[in-house]
C-alpha cells in the first residue's frame, strides 16, 4: 500500500516554466513532508522539507505548498532551469526519527 | 567528503552468493536507515539501526536479509544466497539523533545479480 501517492510520474517544462509536482497521504500522524532530488546514479539529496503547522515554505527558487486538511502537499520550481532536470520524490514521516514513506517519483524535463 | 559513504558503488554477484553492503554515516550521525530502491520505483524503507541496536526492521525481507550497526565501523547491510530479484539500488542514510530530521543520503550500492 502506497502511504504517499505521487503525481504526475512524468513532467517537461520550457526553461522558466514553474513545473507543479503533487503528493498526496492518507496518514494524518504525519509530520515531516520533505522534497528530494535524485540525478542518475546519485543518492536523493534533500531540497526543502515543510512541517504542517505552516501552509507554505518558500527556500530560493523551491516553494512547498501544504493544505493539512486536503492532506495534500506541492512542489513548485520557479524559473526552472535545465540543470532542474532531475527526479523529484516527495516523503513523509511520523514522529521522531522514524522512517521515511517516499512517493513513486517525478521525472522532470527543461527543455533550453 | 563528511557526507554519508557507501561502498561499493557497484556489486555483481551470481545467483547464491552473499552480498555485503557497507555504510559509513555523516561525522557525528548515530542514525542509520537503509532503503532500496527498484527501477522506476520510489524509496522503500528496509531497515533503522543505532548504534549496537535495530530500532525497527519492519521493511527488511524475514529471510536472507540483515543489517547491523557495531560499535566501532560501518553499518553493513547482508544479502545471503542472493536471487535475481535483489538487484535494485540499496541507500543509506544518517541521521545526528532520535528525531533528527533530515536524513542525508549516500550515492548508494547498485546490486546486480546474475
Known amino acids: 500500500q502506497q502511504q504517499v501517492k505521487q503525481s504526475p510520474q512524468s513532467l517537461i517544462v520550457q526553461k522558466g516554466g514553474i513545473p507543479i509536482i503533487n503528493c498526496a497521504y492518507e496518514?494524518?500522524?504525519?509530520?515531516?513532508f520533505p522534497w528530494y532530488q535524485q540525478f542518475p546514479g546519485k543518492g536523493p539529496a534533500l531540497l526543502i522539507a515543510?512541517?504542517?503547522?505552516?501552509s507554505e515554505k518558500k527556500e530560493g527558487r523551491f516553494t512547498i505548498s501544504f493544505n493539512k486538511s486536503a492532506k495534500q502537499f506541492s512542489l513548485h520550481i520557479m524559473d526552472s532551469q535545465p540543470g532542474d532536470s532531475a527526479t523529484y520524490f516527495c516523503?513523509?514521516?511520523?514522529?521522531?526519527?522514524?522512517?521515511?514513506?517516499f512517493g513513486t517519483g517525478t521525472s522532470l524535463t527543461v527543455i533550453p | 567528503n563528511a557526507g554519508v559513504m557507501q561502498n561499493p558503488r557497484h556489486l555483481v554477484r551470481r545467483r547464491g552468493q552473499e552480498a555485503r553492503l557497507r555504510c559509513s554515516p555523516m561525522?557525528?550521525?548515530?542514525?542509520v536507515y537503509w532503503y532500496r530502491q527498484l527501477p522506476e520505483e520510489g524509496l522503500k524503507f528496509m531497515v533503522y539501526?543505532?548504534?549496537?541496536?535495530?530500532?525497527?526492521e519492519s521493511g527488511m525481507p524475514k529471510e536472507r536479509f540483515s543489517a547491523e550497526f557495531p560499535k566501532e565501523g560501518p553499518s553493513i547491510l547482508r544479502i545471503q544466497q542472493v536471487v535475481r530479484g535483489d538487484s535494485a539500488a540499496y541507500f543509506c542514510?544518517?541521521?545526528?539523533?532520535?528525531?533528527?530530521?533530515?536524513?542525508?543520503f549516500g550515492d548508494g550500492t547498485r546490486l546486480s545479480i546474475l
Open positions: 542514510a544518517s541521521s545526528p539523533r532520535q528525531g533528527g530530521q533530515p536524513q542525508h
Open positions: 496518514n494524518t500522524a504525519f509530520d515531516y
Open positions: 515543510i512541517r504542517p503547522d505552516v
Open positions: 516523503a513523509a514521516s511520523k514522529g521522531a526519527g522514524n522512517q521515511f514513506y
Open positions: 561525522k557525528g550521525h548515530s542514525h
Open positions: 539501526l543505532q548504534k549496537e541496536n535495530i530500532i525497527d
